[in-house]
């Protein structure tokens, strides 16, 4: 059946062909026939491959291998430079051979959920077109620190993985506006999405997280879902810490950030020889109370804001809570503040 719309199709050269539901178990070579192929749809088959005539297709735009039977990314991909859309939703494809997206340098929205992939590769980072990226429902537990050069990237599903984590380079995808990771199993959110700042939808819910990073508040979201997690709750305790003895090199490094406040400074000119201690200093934090800045975290605690109020979230109600960083017990047992000190069950 297959081969004869295959042919009927070469006489009136269409632009879009679909063979969907016709139960294939693979495609005719004479696919290859078909250089006029914008848009192909091929979902809901039993196809395991794709002929080498796929090659051919070289004005093929968009590709829907939905709900057929890949185990793996198939190599002809890697020659599909005008592809931008790929659908490979419910198939069984267990790893993705990095080498295989060099060529797909023009996708912007690639569909992988209901998969068995357990890692993605490092080279996701030549996918430097895409701005939608679907992978839920598959096994993943975490994701390469080069998904984050997707600088590109608008939208991000990973629901229904096995995430405990992200990567803390996060806030590099500087376009993201949507991110799903509902139903993982996220202890605790980078701090660097604080810098993705078109972020407007995030959905964390049905996680593990206790507390969202310091800056959950410089976000624009418009929605915010973290129902069904273990956060932190509002039971202040009265606490007074005792003075702590600050390290040689914690008080050398406030010191060094305090003059570099002063563009006057000598300072500045002396670390231009000293790239190591600069890098050590760009890892610093600002305390929530004095605004000082100091290198190590001395005490984490955390402040409860409305999310109504406060994020104008008509999504999400009640009291969120944030991580803030103080430089000292000082500034914790300084009064008035509303910053309050994390206790563990």
Not at 49 to 60: A, C, R
């Amino acid at each position: 059946m297959a081969d004869k719309l295959l042919l009927l199709a070469l006489k009136s050269k269409p632009k879009k062909l679909s063979l969907c539901n016709k139960n294939l178990e693979f495609i005719p070579k004479i696919i290859g026939k078909l250089d006029c192929i914008c848009q192909l749809q091929l979902k809901n088959n039993k196809i395991k491959t794709l002929p080498e005539e796929f090659i051919t297709l070289y004005k093929l735009q968009s590709l829907n291998l939905g709900n057929n039977e890949f185990e793996e990314f198939d190599s002809v991909f890697q020659h599909l430079e005008s592809l931008q859309r790929l659908h490979l939703f419910g198939n069984k494809i267990m790893s993705i051979n990095g080498n295989l997206l060099i060529g797909l340098k023009n996708l912007t929205f690639l569909n992988l959920n209901g998969n068995k992939l357990r890692t993605l590769p490092k080279e996701i980072c030549n996918l430097s077109s895409i701005q939608d990226l679907s992978i839920d429902n598959n096994l993943l537990t975490d994701l390469p620190v080069e998904f984050c050069a997707l600088i590109s990237l608008k939208e991000f599903h990973a629901a229904g993985n096995k995430l405990i984590s992200l990567p803390l380079e996060f806030g590099y995808l500087i376009n993201l506006e949507k991110l799903f990771l509902q139903q993982n199993k996220i202890r605790e959110l980078p701090e660097s999405l604080g810098k993705c700042y078109k972020l407007h939808y995030l959905d964390v819910a049905a996680n593990e997280l206790r507390i969202f990073p310091t800056e959950l508040t410089n976000l624009p979201l418009t929605e915010l879902f973290c129902e069904e997690n273990p956060l932190l709750q509002n039971v202040p305790v009265h606490s007074v810490q005792e003075e702590e003895i600050l390290s040689l090199k914690e008080l050398c490094a406030r010191f060094v950030m305090e003059e570099l406040k002063d563009r006057l400074s000598p300072l500045r000119k002396a670390l231009r020889y000293y790239p190591d201690v600069r890098y050590m200093l760009t890892q610093s934090s600002k305390c929530a109370v004095c605004s000082h800045a100091f290198l190590n975290t001395w005490l984490e605690c955390v402040r409860f804001i409305d999310a109504k109020k406060d994020l104008k979230l008509g999504s999400c109600s009640g009291s969120i809570p944030v991580r803030a960083l103080l430089c000292s017990y000082k500034c914790f047992n300084a009064a008035g503040h509303g910053f309050f000190g994390v206790a563990f069950p």
